[in-house]
């Protein structure tokens, strides 16, 4: 009879060797490029639920430039705040809570980070605050630019998953008095060292706009950690 052709155990726990050893030099670079792909739909979807909000209030509320955001004194001064996103946002857009975050009892309070892993403290950052229906929470803080009011929004993509970074599941945009991504006039060259600069959240900030100029695309150079 013809003997029957079959590998050995040693053949075949080599091949699984080979398999396990391919599948652990591929398997970080699939999974990076699947949280890459994962994170630009989300802040591209989250751009254009912001832009829509804008559009739609407009046609009700006049132009966004007109808009009045009450004076503040204070990080603890958030009634403003509160008002005015209630009145010029909340209305057109899919929520499932919102609330003030100035208290650390407020129930979107946790941690998040620079994207060089330096602590940012949540309370100075934060006047009000808006979960949507796709988990993104929108952080809404108003600060005093030459003496002109301004809204930033701090967007953070998965709510309160990790790893709440900067630049990775966090980004900025201005709210008011124009719709943009932070520094979105930028040229690309100033967003990406503005991006890699450490330790300087407000530079870092500027994040999202390389991305927006990228054509919705994290590219070799961004600085994903």
């Known amino acids: 009879m013809e003997k029957i052709k079959a590998f050995t155990m040693a053949e075949v726990l080599i091949t699984l060797g080979i398999i396990g050893i391919v599948a652990c030099m591929t398997m970080p670079g699939v999974i990076k490029n699947y949280q890459k792909k994962v994170t630009v739909e989300r802040l591209k979807q989250t751009y254009s639920m912001l832009m829509q909000a804008v559009r739609m209030s407009e046609a009700k509320n006049g132009q966004c430039e007109d808009w009045i955001l009450p004076a503040y004194t204070s990080s603890s001064d958030t009634n403003g705040t509160k008002e005015f996103v209630k009145m010029y946002f909340e209305p057109y857009l899919q929520t499932i809570h919102s609330d003030k975050m100035a208290s650390s009892k407020a129930p979107y309070a946790y941690k998040y980070y620079n994207n060089d892993g330096k602590l940012i403290e949540t309370t100075s950052h934060t006047h009000y605050s808006i979960a949507l229906i796709n988990g993104v929470y929108l952080h809404f803080n108003a600060n005093t630019v030459e003496t002109k009011p301004r809204l930033t929004v701090r967007v953070d993509i998965n709510g309160k998953q ?16 124009k719709f943009e991504m932070v520094n979105e006039q930028e040229d690309r060259d100033t967003l990406l060292r503005l991006c890699k600069e450490p330790g300087n959240l407000m530079a870092q900030e500027s994040c999202g706009a390389i991305i927006l100029h990228d054509g919705w695309e994290i590219r070799d150079d961004y600085p994903w950690r």
Do not use: E, K, L
């Open 162 to 177: 990790r790893p709440n970074t900067v630049g990775i599941d966090t980004f900025y945009m201005y709210v008011y008095p």
